[in-house]
């Protein structure tokens, strides 16, 4: 029997992904759900996203892409989740945990759901009552914009049985990308929702004009506050400088594609919380992942002075420039 993947959403990391199953030679059935009708419409009519990587040709019967999110689940056996954490619940709203019984669950999304302060993994093996066995993480540095343009990349599959993540892998590898699996679920996705907060720390590092020197500095603490973080949740063997690891902490610091650098640059410069996202017109997931794990910490204590140091700038309406000012008496 064929494969069959649904994908849940219509933005560039869920385009990018459509492309990658799309290019991979394994021959599967791929089905999308996105809300927007208008979208779907011009999909099926065009080949292309209107509103995401729209070089990108979609080459999906029209009966595959749907705004019914149930009659798309039921057809799949692995169900991508690729929305913005914030609007996860109310994307799921009619699915119900009969609905998702026995599907395989591949988080794409690289944030923590609201009020409930979980990673995605976590909120599904609790709501939906998804064995964990059964749930999928897909990290590392893949910028959606370099997909497109098929320059070579690396993502990591994770899973806690390691022959269900290769499985997946070798329905994503394609000539330009190149894919490890992992058995770390947790760390792989707590360090994928760390590095946009570090990423809008690197922004407002920017915006307000420190340079390079400084960004390394930045960077390599960052590193280290994740490494203690996920030890702290979940304290099995990995090795933090693998891709899945530095590597996002890195492209996302980094890159030009980076929304979560440009959201902080902005702050940086002067923007509001409110006029940024106006702006973007995209979610930068740190923003809401600094708010989340402000509060997770909580529990486990962990000495994160960068992640504080975004919480108290987006949240707290402290001065960028005081904040950071501090924050360099703290780093080495």
């Not at 402000?294 to 904040?323: G, T």
Request: with cysteine; aromatic share 8%; charged share 20%.
């Amino acid at each position: 029997m064929l494969p069959k993947v649904a994908m849940i959403g219509g933005g560039s990391w869920a385009t990018a992904i459509i492309k990658m199953l799309s290019d991979n030679i394994k021959e599967k059935e791929i089905y999308w759900w996105m809300r927007s009708t208008e979208a779907i419409a011009h999909i099926q009519k065009y080949h292309h996203n209107p509103n995401y990587l729209s070089s990108v040709e979609i080459r999906l019967p029209e009966n595959h892409i749907s705004d019914n999110i149930k009659e798309i689940i039921r057809q799949a056996e692995y169900v991508v989740l690729n929305v913005p954490a914030a609007f996860l619940k109310e994307s799921l709203a009619e699915v119900t945990a009969e609905d998702l019984k026995g599907k395989k669950i591949v988080s794409a999304i690289k944030g923590i759901v609201p009020d409930e302060n979980q990673i995605i993994g976590e909120f599904m093996h609790d709501k939906y009552q998804i064995p964990l066995e059964d749930i999928l993480v897909i990290s590392g540095p893949c910028h959606a914009e370099e997909v497109a343009l098929e320059k070579l990349s690396y993502i990591t599959i994770a899973s806690m049985n390691v022959d269900t993540a290769q499985n997946f892998a070798k329905l994503l590898n394609t000539r330009s990308i190149k894919t490890n699996v992992s058995d770390d679920i947790f760390g792989t996705e707590y360090a994928a929702v760390l590095k946009n907060i570090y990423a809008v720390a690197s922004g407002i590092c920017h915006g307000l004009g420190y340079g390079d020197n400084f960004q390394a500095v930045l960077i390599s603490n960052a590193i280290r506050e994740i490494n203690s973080f996920v030890n702290a949740v979940h304290p099995i063997t990995r090795d933090i400088m693998e891709s899945a690891y530095l590597g996002d902490l890195l492209v996302t610091a980094y890159s030009q594609f980076s929304r979560n650098r440009t959201f902080g640059n902005m702050i940086g410069k002067g923007y509001t919380v409110k006029s940024a996202q106006l702006e973007m017109n995209m979610v930068a997931e740190g923003y809401y992942a600094a708010r989340c794990m402000h509060f997770i910490n909580k529990k486990y204590k962990v000495e994160m002075p960068i992640s504080r140091a975004v919480y108290a700038i987006l949240y707290e309406k402290h001065s960028p420039q005081i904040e950071m000012r501090l924050l360099t008496e703290q780093l080495n």
